[in-house]
């Protein structure tokens, strides 16, 4: 560390209650925290040198309305409330934010049932605005776009997700950097968190990990399943003088039995245009460069059975995304599906993130938000997306067994 650089604050060895990890969810669950109790101390530990470096800080910046999710399911309650109070917050804050609409394009008629079920679980879900479209519909609305039916989401948004999480850390104050948690204690009355800087002693922990959340849970004494597996997404972006091809977020019918939503296009509130992302299961938890290998994650990977039973069930997907991590024309391709007229010459790279997505021991990827408890000790052991765009609402969730924890 040069002379210039200060060193940041030595965090407490003692407080109330401690949130493990600054992404823009434990900033969210530290600051819900910190409104309920305005009593308690409340810390937060981040493993790494600054908050929100992972998936806060590498995603479409996408605030979703709730389309996909099965309806009654915590992903379709948590999304709506979510996106609401995301919003309200930007708003308050400065924070740019743009309702810019998503249209949904189903390219051929093997499609149409697919689009049917979007529209009923939006529909039941209580989506605003939720429209289907034509072929002319979707020209009026993506004059670059072609398809034979749509779908258009007027709600959904973008935002700047780690503006969001900057706003909410000032609002906590007490995030502590370079604190990766090495060994989790339960004692009689309190839980101690050993980390890089020294040790924490709280009466409660809250885990917000992401892609180490299972890891820390089972330190905590919890089991191992469901594990996490890091999937890798690239993204492209448009050059600046194709931007024009997207006003808003252009997306395809995705597989309902997926998780995943697809090669789509997405216009963030910076100006760019992102194609993408791939995922593919990836050989490190932060593998934001590909040949990024850590032996640890690898083997965890490997070892689990949930990943060769995946893998059994779903090798045509992975090669297929194989292929469009390997091939920029391929991922180029893939959205001239829908976007004719694209072709490589209109991109150049953009960046890599890391989906933290949670896989049973029997191959099922767990496509809802997971919470576990142990003793003293709460986690969330899977929040992808739509997990940023729900943060506030996830908060408001763990507050609540907090709560009952105390």
Same mark, same amino acid.
């Given at each position: 560390?040069?002379?210039? =650089?200060?060193?940041?604050? @030595?965090?407490?060895?003692?407080?109330?209650?401690?949130?493990?990890?600054?992404? /823009?969810?434990?900033?969210?669950? !530290?600051?819900?925290?910190?409104?309920?109790?305005?009593?308690?101390?409340?810390?937060?530990?981040?493993?790494?040198?600054?908050?929100?470096?992972?998936?806060?800080?590498?995603?479409?910046?996408?605030?979703?309305?709730?389309?996909?999710?099965?309806?009654?399911?915590?992903?379709?309650?948590?999304?709506?409330?979510? +996106?609401?109070?995301?919003?309200?917050?930007?708003?308050?804050?400065? /924070?740019?934010?743009?309702?810019?609409?998503?249209? /949904?394009?189903?390219?051929?008629?093997?499609?149409?049932?697919?689009?049917?079920?979007?529209?009923?679980?939006?529909?039941?879900?209580?989506?605003?605005?939720?429209?289907?479209?034509?072929?002319?519909?979707?020209?009026?609305?993506?004059?670059?776009?072609? *398809?034979? +039916?749509?779908?258009?989401?007027?709600?959904?948004?973008?935002?700047?997700?780690?503006?969001?999480?900057?706003?909410? +850390? @000032?609002?906590?104050?007490?995030?502590?950097?370079?604190?990766?948690?090495?060994?989790?204690?339960?004692?009689?009355?309190?839980?101690?968190?050993?980390?890089?800087?020294?040790?924490?002693? !709280?009466?409660?922990?809250?885990?917000?990990?992401?892609?180490?959340?299972?890891?820390?849970?089972?330190? !905590?004494?919890?089991?191992?399943?469901?594990?996490?597996?890091?999937?890798?997404?690239?993204?492209?972006?448009?050059?600046?003088?194709?931007? @024009?091809?997207?006003?808003?977020? /252009?997306?395809?019918?995705?597989?309902?039995?997926?998780?995943?939503?697809?090669?789509?296009? =997405?216009?963030?509130? *910076?100006?760019?245009?992102?194609?993408?992302?791939?995922?593919?299961?990836?050989?490190?938890?932060? #593998?934001?460069?590909?040949?990024?290998?850590?032996?640890?994650?690898?083997?965890?990977?490997?070892?689990?059975?949930?990943?060769?039973?995946?893998?059994?069930?779903?090798?045509?997907? $992975?090669?297929?995304?194989?292929?469009?991590?390997?091939?920029?024309?391929?991922?180029?391709?893939?959205? !001239?599906?829908?976007?004719?007229?694209?072709?490589?010459?209109?991109?150049?790279?953009?960046?890599?993130?890391?989906?933290?997505?949670?896989?049973?021991?029997?191959?099922?990827?767990?496509?809802?938000?997971?919470?576990?408890?142990?003793?003293? +000790?709460?986690?969330?052991?899977?929040?992808?997306?739509?997990? #940023?765009?729900?943060?506030?609402?996830? $908060?408001?969730?763990? $507050?609540?067994?907090?709560?009952?924890?105390?």
């Amino acid at each position: 560390m040069s002379a210039a =650089t200060p060193r940041p604050a @030595d965090p407490p060895a003692r407080c109330d209650l401690a949130v493990v990890g600054a992404g /823009i969810l434990g900033l969210a669950v !530290a600051r819900e925290l910190m409104r309920r109790h305005p009593g308690r101390s409340v810390v937060v530990l981040e493993r790494e040198d600054a908050i929100g470096r992972h998936q806060t800080g590498r995603n479409s910046g996408v605030v979703h309305a709730g389309i996909y999710y099965a309806p009654g399911s915590l992903k379709a309650r948590l999304c709506l409330a979510g +996106a609401r109070e995301l919003e309200a917050f930007c708003h308050e804050r400065g /924070i740019a934010y743009e309702r810019c609409g998503k249209v /949904i394009v189903a390219t051929h008629p093997g499609e149409l049932g697919r689009l049917d079920e979007l529209e009923r679980r939006g529909r039941a879900n209580g989506v605003e605005g939720l429209r289907r479209l034509d072929a002319d519909g979707i020209r009026e609305l993506e004059p670059h776009a072609t *398809g034979i +039916a749509g779908l258009h989401s007027p709600a959904t948004g973008i935002v700047d997700f780690p503006a969001v999480a900057r706003a909410l +850390a @000032d609002d906590v104050g007490a995030v502590f950097t370079g604190c990766g948690v090495e060994a989790v204690q339960p004692r009689e009355s309190t839980i101690v968190l050993r980390h890089a800087r020294g040790h924490l002693e !709280a009466r409660h922990a809250v885990f917000c990990a992401g892609a180490w959340s299972d890891r820390l849970a089972v330190l !905590a004494g919890a089991g191992p399943d469901p594990r996490i597996v890091p999937f890798r997404g690239e993204y492209l972006r448009l050059r600046p003088e194709r931007r @024009d091809r997207v006003r808003s977020l /252009i997306y395809p019918v995705p597989d309902p039995s997926l998780p995943f939503l697809g090669v789509h296009l =997405t216009r963030h509130v *910076g100006g760019d245009v992102l194609i993408g992302p791939t995922a593919l299961m990836a050989p490190s938890r932060d #593998a934001y460069r590909l040949w990024r290998v850590r032996p640890r994650d690898l083997a965890e990977t490997a070892g689990w059975p949930g990943s060769w039973r995946l893998l059994a069930r779903w090798w045509r997907t $992975a090669l297929q995304e194989l292929r469009w991590a390997a091939s920029r024309e391929a991922l180029v391709a893939a959205a !001239a599906r829908y976007v004719p007229g694209l072709t490589v010459a209109d991109v150049e790279p953009a960046f890599a993130g890391i989906r933290a997505q949670a896989l049973g021991r029997d191959g099922r990827l767990v496509d809802d938000f997971v919470f576990s408890r142990t003793e003293r +000790a709460l986690h969330v052991r899977n929040a992808p997306s739509p997990g #940023a765009t729900s943060s506030l609402a996830i $908060a408001r969730h763990v $507050a609540d067994e907090v709560d009952r924890m105390l």
